[in-house]
């Protein structure tokens, strides 16, 4: 569940890290599912620029249902925002990083 228990709302006051040290706490693999649990709000993933513009008009992918769940099919970053006017600014964004998965040990 991203953010543990406190889930996809507004972090406490000041503190702009709270999703990202989240996520940096974690290891996440090809195949895991991230679960966003929220009230009133939106998950949006985007592209590096949008995140860092807090902005999209047009999200890659894009959920308000307080109940999402986006599967990690690829090895990279994802960037997540909030879709409401801003939460982003205030610290509702996150950007997880998908490990490579891990290689074979050649065949001798």
């Known amino acids: ?8 709302a507004l972090p406490p ?4 890290h709270y999703f990202n040290d989240w996520a940096s706490a974690n290891r996440f693999r090809i195949n895991d599912t991230l ?3 929220y009230l009133k709000d939106s998950v949006m993933e985007v592209t590096a620029d949008d995140y ?4 999209s008009a047009h999200p ?3 959920s308000n249902n307080g109940n999402t769940t986006f599967d990690l099919d690829r090895p990279g970053l994802f960037y997540f ?3 409401v006017s801003g939460h982003c600014s205030r610290g509702l964004k996150m950007i997880v990083k998908v490990l490579e998965a891990p290689q074979s040990p050649p065949v001798p």
């Open 35 to 37: 679960y966003f649990r």
């Open 52 to 55: 860092d513009r807090c902005r």
């Open 1 to 8: 569940v991203v953010g543990g228990n406190y889930g996809w």
């Open 13 to 16: 006051s000041n503190n702009t």
């Open 60 to 62: 890659i992918f894009f």
């Open 81 to 83: 925002i909030s879709g």
